[in-house]
C-alpha cells in the first residue's frame, strides 16, 4: 500500500479532481478570498488558477510529496507567491491568527481527526476570517446515503481514509465557525460520491 500510496493515488486523485465541472466549483469557492490564505489538502494544487488577484500569499499543508510535485507548474504560472508550510492539517505551524482567509477541498473527508484540523484552521485564522470549504459526503438521499454507508470500507481503503458519510456543515458548525453561504448539489458522476458542499463559514470576533 505504501508504494500504491505515495504514487500511484495522487495521480488518479490529481486526473478525479481536475474535472470541468470541479474547476467550476473551484472557481466559485475562491471567490473573495483575500489576503494571506492557508490552503489545508492542497493536493496537487488544482486551485492555485483560481486565486483572485486580492490573495497575497497561500500557505499550503499538503502530506503528499508527490501531489505537491504535481502542482510545480501550476504554481509556477501562478503570480500568488505558494509556500509549502506544513505535511499535516492536525498541527499546522503557524501563529495565532496569522492568515486573513482559509481554504479547503476535498480534504474533510481524509483528514484522521477531522476536529482537530478544524481547530488549528480556527486558531490560524484571525478573528473575522473566512473559510472556505468544498466537499462531498453523506447525500440526503436514504437510498444514496445507504450506498455510502455500503461503500465507505471500500473507499476507505482505496483512497487512503477517504470516507463517504462525513457531513462537512455539521463538522464546520461544530468547530465553532458561523455559517454565512451554503450551496449543496449533486455534481456530475455517480451520486455516492458527487453530493458536494460547497460554503464559506466565518470565524467568530
Not at 4 to 20: K, S, W
Not at 50 to 78: C, G
Not at 144 to 161: F, I, K, S, T, Y
Request: with cysteine.
Amino acid at each position: 500500500m505504501g508504494f500504491y500510496r505515495e504514487r500511484i493515488l495522487p495521480v488518479l486523485v490529481d486526473r478525479a479532481c481536475g474535472t470541468a465541472g470541479l474547476r467550476r466549483w473551484r472557481a466559485e469557492l475562491s471567490s473573495g478570498l483575500s489576503g494571506r490564505v492557508l490552503e489545508i489538502g492542497f493536493g496537487s494544487g488544482h486551485n492555485v488558477d483560481h486565486y483572485p488577484s486580492s490573495v497575497e500569499r497561500v500557505f499550503a499543508v499538503e502530506p503528499s510529496a508527490r501531489a505537491f510535485r504535481i502542482a510545480q507548474k501550476r504554481i509556477e504560472r501562478s503570480p500568488v507567491p505558494v509556500e509549502l508550510v506544513g505535511l499535516d492539517g492536525q498541527s499546522i505551524p503557524l501563529p495565532d491568527d496569522s492568515c486573513d482567509d482559509a481554504l479547503c477541498t476535498f480534504a474533510l473527508c481524509t483528514i484522521p481527526d477531522v476536529d482537530a484540523a478544524l481547530a488549528e484552521v480556527r486558531r490560524v485564522l484571525r478573528p473575522g476570517g473566512r473559510f472556505h470549504f468544498l466537499e462531498h459526503g453523506i447525500a440526503p438521499d436514504p437510498g444514496v446515503a445507504a450506498w455510502q454507508h455500503r461503500l465507505e470500507p471500500l473507499q476507505r481503503r482505496l483512497a487512503d481514509g477517504c470516507h463517504l458519510t462525513r457531513d462537512p456543515v455539521y463538522l464546520v458548525r461544530g468547530a465553532g465557525f458561523v455559517l454565512d453561504d451554503v450551496a449543496q448539489r449533486y455534481g456530475v458522476g455517480p451520486k455516492p460520491w458527487s453530493w458536494f458542499t460547497r460554503g464559506v463559514a466565518v470565524n467568530p470576533e
